[in-house]
């Protein structure tokens, strides 16, 4: 089953706590997908093709150690653990309740191989080069200070390992009406490393 569709599946059947957020990232409720064309300039199909591409940074055989920050409410990515058992997955938030109702997800899927935490990007709790993989999924966008979150998501990746990060937008809207912290990245403000590396 195509990633995407696992997700709206996820959606539609799991419990009764999805959230005005929830609707907005999937593009599936009618608020929703209104705010997703506002903010993301994308509607439901175009949507669904940006987090189809979003998750492939995720081998479909992962095996390893993985980090995910921020989880926010966990209705990207729970899906997609259900097919990575053998995978050893810590998922962070600093806001504890979107951890919570990750948990909450993921408890109901029965994800024993994903375990919560709160915590700071700025300052994981996590010894050096302890991960495979690490996940930011729309996050950067809520980190107030991205270059802490830079070494600190650097600092915990094992040489070699994946950075599966995802952040670009096509408007501006949204920091104009204070959804979020900081600054949002566009294309031209990429952080040199990444430029490099053409991430």
Not at 113 to 118: D, G, K, P, R, Y
Not at 145 to 161: H, M, Q, S, T
Request: hydrophobic share 40%; charged share 25%; glycine share 10%.
């Amino acid at each position: 089953m195509p990633r995407n569709d696992e997700i709206q599946n996820a959606y539609r059947t799991i419990g009764g706590e999805h959230t005005f957020y929830d609707g907005m990232i999937t593009c599936y409720t009618f608020l929703g997908k209104a705010v997703c064309k506002i903010i993301w300039g994308m509607n439901r199909d175009e949507n669904n093709r940006y987090l189809q591409f979003a998750l492939q940074g995720i081998p479909s055989d992962f095996s390893g150690k993985m980090l995910e920050v921020p989880v926010g409410t966990g209705i990207l990515t729970m899906p997609i653990y259900t097919n990575l058992q053998k995978a050893e997955i810590t998922c962070v938030d600093y806001s504890e309740e979107m951890m919570v109702r990750a948990q909450g997800r993921g408890d109901a899927m029965d994800l024993h191989h994903v375990t919560f935490c709160q915590g700071d990007v700025g300052a994981l709790d996590f010894p050096d080069k302890t991960f495979d993989l690490v996940l930011s999924l729309n996050g950067f966008h809520a980190f107030p200070d991205k270059e802490d979150a830079y070494r600190e998501i650097f600092r915990v990746l094992k040489p070699g390992g994946i950075f599966a990060v995802v952040f670009m937008c096509k408007k501006r809207v949204n920091v104009q009406i204070g959804l979020f912290k900081g600054s949002m990245y566009q294309r031209d403000f990429l952080p040199r490393p990444l430029r490099r590396s053409k991430a």
